[in-house]
């Protein structure tokens, strides 16, 4: 089997394990791969209506991947990876406008095009915060953008009246002064490759503990790793030394209970046509290695 495959996706624990030997201490063979700065946020589709789903079935090659759980959670179902578990992550979240917008409330989001990545965190999470405040066909969702880094640039410059952003985009908007409307904090889960090999994935995550615990102890001196996964040309404008630690791991199940309950308000929100989420069977869905 060759090397086990990690690629950083928008959270500072890989940055963090690599930097501390972590990987390595666990006795994994490894290759560490950046692949969103490197190609200018190529390596995800800006297409419309391709996100994170579409990246999953067509197949990523990081032996493990982090996306939503709402669509790892329905591309496992589909046959196309295997949900991890034995953890599964949050993620700060919200939907931002600029400063001058004339947009103070949930409410006045009725009808407003809202950038988010189609079948990704920000399409699920923007309609579930949302709903409390309008039906469903007053929330509007722009897919045109895509990429993550894309609809933050396009609200920076003005071309969008509001998107939701995550992860260092959140705390980056939030530095420049645009302003959260609502939060949207979600849940990630882990995407695992069906070549992955058992004992590698139980090594990464161990790995990633480490890194969690020095996350949390001092965040401060990790969130300037968010600049190895920016565009350069916004990197003079970043003070990350303001930004938060960002997404979280929880090391506790991913219960059947929560995939269940997950893929049925998926299923009520006809976010994939008939067929396209799998037959929904959580033990075909999963794989549990009890690293906890």
């Not at 079948?119 to 469903?136: A, C, F, K, R, W």
């Not at 990429?147 to 071309?159: A, C, I, S, V």
């Amino acid at each position: 089997m060759g090397k086990f495959i990690i690629e950083p996706h928008f959270r500072l624990h890989e940055w963090v394990a690599e930097e501390k030997g972590y990987f390595k201490q666990a006795g994994l063979d490894y290759e560490f791969r950046e692949l969103i700065r490197s190609t200018s946020g190529g390596h995800h589709s800006t297409a419309n209506k391709v996100g994170a789903f579409q990246s999953i079935e067509k197949g990523r090659e990081s032996n493990v991947n982090s996306a939503c759980h709402w669509t790892v959670n329905a591309a496992a179902s589909a046959g196309h990876t295997k949900l991890y578990a034995d953890a599964y992550s949050v993620s700060p979240s919200g939907i931002f406008v600029p400063a001058d917008s004339p947009i103070k409330s949930p409410e006045d989001l009725a009808g407003i095009p809202i950038s988010v990545g189609y079948q990704s965190g920000s399409h699920y999470s923007t309609i579930q915060v949302l709903e409390p405040y309008m039906p469903m066909q007053d929330i509007n969702l722009s897919f045109n953008d895509g990429l993550l880094f894309k609809r933050m640039e396009l609200l920076l410059e003005g071309k969008v009246q509001a998107a939701a952003l995550f992860s260092g985009p959140y705390y980056f908007a939030e530095q420049l002064g645009f302003r959260k409307i609502i939060d949207s904090t979600f849940m990630m889960a882990g995407s695992i490759n069906h070549d992955a090999d058992p004992e590698d994935v139980v090594k990464y995550y161990a790995a990633l503990r480490q890194a969690q615990a020095q996350i949390d102890l001092r965040p401060e001196l990790y969130t300037h790793h968010y600049k190895k996964e920016f565009p350069e040309k916004f990197h003079d404008q970043m003070d990350t030394r303001r930004w938060g630690p960002g997404e979280r791991i929880v090391f506790e199940p991913y219960s059947k209970q929560i995939f269940d309950d997950s893929f049925v308000w998926i299923q009520e929100h006809g976010i994939f046509p008939d067929g396209g989420m799998g037959n929904g069977v959580y033990e075909d869905s999963v794989v549990s290695y009890h690293t906890a």
